[in-house]
């Protein structure tokens, strides 16, 4: 692996080719905000793909994309006199000392080189109480969460609701997720796990009763706050409900690809096969692809 110096001019070259190219490509003098978002949303969903995949090779890659597009912001907003890639360095540094009160003391937000706990005494780089508040020390991840919430309702920037934080674009099953997680780190949370379940059996008998009815518009309202309440027991037991959908829409897409290549290879079309012929392709895929 690579030094500490090594990263920063690694880091600084790249800087230097960006420049570059935004002063000398015409496709890259001509980006903006705008044309460029879509291509960030993009990118990210590449790297997610990477990540789920485990592909190490393809994680590097697609993390130099999503670099590639942070730092171009970061340009066009220094073109602008707005502000510039050490700035936004400096912002999430001070963010993350002062988020992280059982790391760094409060005198370390400016540092040039801040310094974790405990604090040493004589220091010229430190100042202040020797010791963490009460409320800065943590035993658990659980802590460390609800702190993190507590200081962003604090900071004048901050989020002005337990909930702000949560942007409105998040695909709908990690909203509910976070939602439900920022809730419980101020103590809205039941207090024994199992009782979900008598939520969750409660939201599924009154989302049949409106199928019934088929009444599609009360139909649609059950199936939310029965899938809300789903998510809610999966956070409850630390599973995470988007890692599992996506699991098994991969699990579904390998074995209908085998249904198909199986089609394929007898000549007879997908379409012309019977339900039982491609539910014992299912069973014989299932099998081999566990």
């Not at 430190?126 to 900071?155: C, D, F, H, M, Y």
């Not at 419980?184 to 409660?202: I, L, S, T």
């Not at 890692?243 to 991969?250: F, H, I, P, Q, V």
């Amino acid at each position: 692996m690579h030094t500490k110096e090594e990263k920063m001019q690694a880091f600084g070259r790249f800087l230097d080719v960006l420049d570059a190219l935004r002063a000398n490509c015409p496709w890259d003098k001509k980006q903006t905000n705008e044309s460029l978002r879509p291509n960030t949303i993009e990118e990210t969903y590449e790297l997610c793909d990477a990540l789920i995949k485990n592909d190490i090779p393809d994680i590097c890659k697609e993390l130099g994309d999503v670099l590639l597009h942070i730092c171009f912001y970061a340009k066009i907003a220094e073109e602008k006199a707005q502000f510039d890639m050490a700035d936004v360095c400096n912002a999430l540094t001070r963010k993350m000392i002062t988020r992280h009160p059982h790391v760094y003391h409060p005198s370390q937000i400016e540092a040039e080189n801040p310094k974790p706990l405990p604090y040493v005494p004589g220091d010229s780089s430190q100042s202040g109480p020797a010791s963490t508040s009460s409320s800065a020390r943590v035993s658990s991840v659980t802590q460390v969460l609800e702190n993190w919430e507590q200081i962003k309702l604090k900071e004048k920037d901050g989020n002005k609701s337990v909930l702000s934080g949560v942007p409105d674009a998040l695909p709908s099953l990690i909203k509910a997720y976070r939602i439900q997680d920022k809730a419980r780190n101020v103590g809205f949370d039941w207090e024994d796990r199992q009782d979900v379940w008598k939520k969750v059996h409660e939201e599924l008998a009154e989302l049949e009763v409106e199928l019934n009815k088929e009444d599609k518009e009360k139909s649609t309202e059950e199936l939310g706050d029965f899938l809300f309440s789903v998510i809610n027991a999966a956070r409850l037991y630390k599973l995470n409900p988007d890692n599992a959908l996506e699991k098994t829409n991969r699990k579904f897409i390998n074995r209908f690809n085998y249904i198909e290549a199986h089609s394929i290879k007898i000549g007879k079309p997908l379409k012309d096969m019977t339900l039982g012929e491609m539910d014992a392709l299912w069973n014989e895929a299932k099998e081999k692809l566990k």
